[in-house]
C-alpha cells in the first residue's frame, strides 16, 4: 500500500494551493479518506476527512471556508484544495485511508502518505 502525496511548496499569505494524494495498493473508494498536517514542534492534527459513502466531509475550524476536500474514486486520489492560505497552515501535509469508524479522527487511520511540506509566507 502506499499513498503518494504531492503539491506542496512555497505560496504567499493569501494564495491557493492544490494537494493531490494517489493511491496504489489499495482502492480508495472502500476507504475514508483524509488529510493532515504537522507543524514543527507540535502534534498531526486532522484538516478535512470524507467518508468512503460521501456526505459532508469532516473539516477543521482553523480551514472551514478555506480547504475543500474531493476524491476521483476512478484514479484512485484524493485532492485538497486550499485558498486563502495564511501562514499559520505552514505545516507538513499528510494524506490517509481508513476503514476505521473514527473517520475524523487521526487515531482512526491507518495508511498514511509521505508527507508534503507547505509553507506560507507572511
Known amino acids: 500500500v502506499q499513498l503518494q502525496a504531492s503539491g506542496g511548496g512555497l505560496v504567499q499569505t493569501g494564495g491557493s494551493m492544490g494537494l493531490s494524494c494517489a493511491a496504489s495498493?489499495?482502492?480508495?473508494?472502500?476507504?475514508?479518506v483524509g488529510w493532515f498536517r504537522q507543524a514543527p514542534g507540535q502534534e498531526r492534527e486532522i484538516v478535512a476527512a470524507m467518508r468512503r459513502s460521501g456526505g459532508n466531509p469532516y473539516y477543521a475550524d482553523s480551514v472551514k471556508g478555506r480547504f475543500t476536500i474531493s476524491r476521483d474514486n476512478a484514479k484512485n486520489t484524493v485532492y485538497l484544495q486550499m485558498n486563502g492560505l495564511k501562514p499559520e497552515d505552514t505545516a507538513v501535509y499528510y494524506c490517509g485511508a481508513s476503514q476505521n469508524v473514527q473517520w475524523a479522527n487521526t487515531d482512526g487511520y491507518k495508511y498514511w502518505g509521505q508527507g508534503t511540506l507547505v509553507t506560507v509566507s507572511s
Open positions: 495498493g489499495l482502492t480508495l473508494r472502500s476507504y475514508h
